[in-house]
């Protein structure tokens, strides 16, 4: 079966930053599209980053250009780099993978989630 497992969430002071890391296992052969989405208490999940296989990538207006998504294709792994965190970036982050070439086909996975919490 395929897994993604987030890790590098955590409490931090607004201003510094966190890397968020994404690994998917199982027997994958490739996946063409890694996301990162958040959930903050009381509102739906929004996309915050979306890269593809070939290194395009697009990102939600909030992020103002603080955080950057990238991926190792060879580790199956995408990052996301949150930089000048602000409290409304308190969330649960979740990892999606789209296209997710296995034994059996193509699909979509979920990682459990990492909370980010932003407070003085």
């Known amino acids: 079966q395929v897994q993604l497992v987030e890790s590098g969430g955590g409490e931090a002071q607004p201003g510094v930053s966190l890397r968020l890391s994404c690994a998917a296992s199982?027997?994958?052969?490739?996946?063409?599209?890694m996301g990162w989405y958040r959930q903050a208490p009381g509102k739906q999940r929004e996309l915050v980053a979306l890269i593809t296989i070939g290194g395009s990538t697009n990102y939600a207006d909030f992020t103002k250009g603080r955080f950057t998504i990238s991926r190792d294709n060879a580790k199956n792994t995408v990052y996301l780099q949150m930089n000048n965190l602000k409290p409304e970036d308190t969330a649960v982050y979740s990892c999606?993978?789209?296209?997710?070439?296995?034994?059996?086909?193509?699909?979509?996975?979920w990682g459990q989630g990492t909370q980010v919490i932003v407070s003085p």
């Open positions: 999606n993978a789209d296209g997710v070439f296995t034994t059996t086909g193509f699909g979509n996975y």
């Open positions: 199982g027997i994958i052969f490739s996946i063409n599209t």
